[in-house]
């Protein structure tokens, strides 16, 4: 088995493909046990966030894992073809590292993955399809990740997409102390874009979500209210800020809702961020006047322009990258070894098995005790030089050259 990467992300794919392929947290299990039967798969795991939807896995060939993901998706596979990208061993390993440490993120540095690809682990896990290579993997992957962060600026004065949030709105609006704040989701997104907002002292905070308990605890923090989302076409039109990032499979504001709420405010303009992947808000609603609609792949110009300042910090982390592949490469070439160490250790031991039987049997006859273990260390050493001394009494020309090199690194012979 080998071990791949396949996938896409906001570099390969645009939003409209990506939220097509993305997984829900209650899909992964569903989807990992599905994958696992796939022969021959034999170890996988899904990471799917806004920005991308990875497979990492242990088989003989990605081929498969690329159709099924196609499949479950129930996308053609042609179709989806185009934006894949399958990386196999190293550059699995690499990407993997680079993920991990936010340098293949939107944000450069951004910390989120993070915490996204532990989530991705732990689904593996749960669901029985992480083995032994890809838990040294992620394992890894996270040392990796961690002594990036404490031993470079990667992740000093990053822009995140909460951050940029803000920005836009202060573009559409002259004070953001005069706005009402509709946060829709309740997840870590959610809870980054009020912690920005909040900062900024808006008029009112609301939280709209699925579990009212959910959102009364986020609004709490911030001296908010907490409204369940079946209330949000009676309160839509209050607010002149939406931020929306829920795990939903279908949109949650439609143009026909928002239609209302605009006409409730008198065309007064709404201020829209769609974080979600699939959309929380149909694509119609951008094309109507008074709507200003950003998603993510919008907020990308504005959270790329500190690029360029942390330019020597990434340098820095790809150069520990490197170095890190260079040592799970080292492990994973071992591990390749494994069976052979295995088969030669057990050859070696019934040879001594087999001497020591001899052994007792001439001592329980009454021989010399020093005869025998004569004979038995000759015995021994008969057994265990007959395989290299036959090989190379048969090898010829530059195999024999090239056999006599190898046994004198195995048994550090010196001439």
């Known amino acids: 088995m080998a071990l791949f990467a396949l996938g896409l992300n906001h570099q390969t794919a645009p939003l409209g493909i990506r939220e097509r392929v993305a997984f829900t947290a ?3 299990g569903p989807a990992l046990g599905e994958l696992a039967r796939v022969r021959p798969v034999s ?3 899904i990471l799917s966030t806004c920005n991308r939807t990875e497979v990492y896995l242990s088989a003989e060939q990605p081929r498969i894992a690329a159709e099924w993901l196609a499949g479950f998706h129930r996308i053609p596979a042609d179709e ?3 934006y894949l990208y399958t990386l196999p061993r190293e550059q699995a390993v690499r990407h993997a590292f680079r993920v991990a440490a936010g340098l293949d993120s939107m944000v450069i540095g951004e910390p989120q993955i993070l915490g996204q690809m532990k989530d991705a682990v732990r689904a593996a896990e749960s669901a029985g399809t ?9 394992q890894r992957t996270f040392a990796v990740a961690k002594e990036v962060r404490s031993t470079t600026e990667v992740g000093a004065n990053s822009v995140s997409m909460a951050a940029a949030a803000v ?3 202060a573009r559409i609006f002259p004070s953001l102390a005069e706005q009402k704040v509709l946060f829709i989701g309740a997840g870590e997104m959610i809870e980054l874009c009020a912690t920005h907002f909040a900062a900024q002292g808006p008029a009112r905070i609301t939280v709209a979500n699925r579990t009212y308990e959910r959102a009364h605890s986020l609004a709490h923090r911030y001296g908010g209210r907490a409204i369940e989302l079946r209330e949000l076409a009676e309160h839509l039109h209050e607010h002149d800020i939406v931020v929306s990032c829920t795990a939903s499979s279908l949109p949650i504001l439609g143009k ?3 239609e209302r709420a605009l006409k409730a405010r008198r065309r007064r303009p709404m201020f829209m961020v769609d974080l979600a992947v699939p959309r929380d808000i149909e694509v119609e609603v951008g094309e ?14 504005i959270v790329s322009t500190n690029l360029d300042a942390r330019r020597s910090a990434v340098e820095q982390a790809e150069a520990i990258i490197e170095t890190q592949v260079g040592q799970f490469m080292h492990w994973m070439d071992a591990r390749e070894s494994v069976p052979l160490i295995r088969a030669l250790r057990e050859q070696a ?28 260390s000759q015995g021994l050493t008969n057994k265990l030089m007959h395989g290299p001394t036959q090989a190379l009494n048969e090898a010829q020309g530059e195999e024999r050259k090239a056999l006599g090199g190898v046994v004198e690194r195995l048994f550090r012979i010196k001439r």
């Open 26 to 28: 209650e899909a992964l």
């Open 288 to 301: 109507m006047d008074d709507v200003f609609l950003y998603t993510v792949d919008d907020l990308a110009g």
């Open 43 to 45: 170890e996988a795991a």
């Open 167 to 169: 920005k836009l709105a």
């Open 130 to 138: 992480l083995g032994t290579t890809l838990h040294k993997l992620f």
């Open 80 to 82: 989806l073809a185009p």
């Open 256 to 258: 026909g809702l928002v």
């Open 349 to 376: 031991e019934q040879a001594r098995s087999a001497e020591v039987e001899r052994a007792l049997r001439l001592l329980a006859k009454g021989e010399d005790p020093r005869q025998v273990l004569e004979a038995l």
